[in-house]
């Protein structure tokens, strides 16, 4: 059975780089036909997707962050990392990884690692 | 901002049925899946419903999905405690090349 699990520092100061993992267990992380997702969800709000990168390499990221946002995968250590730059109070947030189908369904998540930015 | 609108709350008492409201556009709802996602408190969110209408396996079949140009909607029959949380429709935005969540809706069951 397939299982994400983030995790990441907790606290990040303003400015600084933000950097998550997704250690992906009970499956492949290189198996074709699936993009794994960044999607976070600041206190008391919705959700919003960071990024996706599938299978392939191919890369998509949300044009709110593109500037900012790198995701990739580390096949050796089945992770999917995320990095955030240049981060303010509104990158607070809990911060989910996904597995999303070939046809974007997101069918299997995380619980989610609570990042606070704060001095 | 979104660009898929949801009511912010719908209630209903227990054994009652009610509808979630999905409002898109041409470039995500209308021409991609829709999907819907259920968060219960303190929980991730969980795919409720995948490819505008199928139920994953396990998901009740008290909840389901539909679709019509750039709306969709998501119907909960047979309403119970255990449904109260957080639901969202997403879908993939042509425009964006992303993935778009619809604003959010929380079911209160009164």
């Known amino acids: 059975q397939l299982q994400l699990q983030e995790s990441g520092p907790g606290m990040v100061k303003p400015s600084e780089t933000l950097s998550l993992s997704c250690n992906v267990s009970g499956g492949s992380v290189s198996r074709s036909g699936y993009y794994w997702a960044w999607i976070r969800q600041p206190p008391g709000k919705g959700l919003d997707w960071i990024g996706s990168?599938?299978?392939?390499?191919?890369?998509y990221y949300s044009p709110s962050l593109e500037s900012r946002v790198a995701i990739s995968v580390d096949t050796a250590k089945s992770q999917v990392s995320l990095t955030l730059t240049s981060v303010t109070a509104a990158d607070t947030a809990v911060y989910y990884c996904?597995?999303?189908?070939?046809?974007?369904?997101?069918?299997?998540w995380g619980k989610g690692t609570t990042v606070t930015v704060s001095s | 901002q979104s660009v898929m609108t949801q009511p912010p709350s719908v209630s209903g008492t227990p054994g009652q049925r009610v509808t979630i409201s999905c409002s898109g556009s041409s470039s995500n709802v209308e021409n991609n899946y829709v999907y819907w996602y259920q968060q219960l408190p303190g929980r991730a969110p969980k795919l409720l419903i995948t490819r505008n209408n199928q139920r994953p396996s396990g998901v009740p079949d008290r909840f389901s999905g539909s679709k019509s140009g750039t709306s969709a909607s998501l119907a909960i029959s047979g309403l119970r405690s255990e449904d109260d949380g957080d639901y969202s429709c997403?879908?993939?935005?042509?425009?964006?090349?992303?993935?778009?969540f619809g604003t959010g809706t929380t079911v209160t069951v009164l």
């Open positions: 990168i599938y299978s392939s390499g191919s890369l």
């Open positions: 997403a879908s993939w935005d042509d425009s964006l090349t992303g993935y778009v």
């Open positions: 996904a597995r999303q189908g070939f046809q974007h369904e997101m069918d299997v």
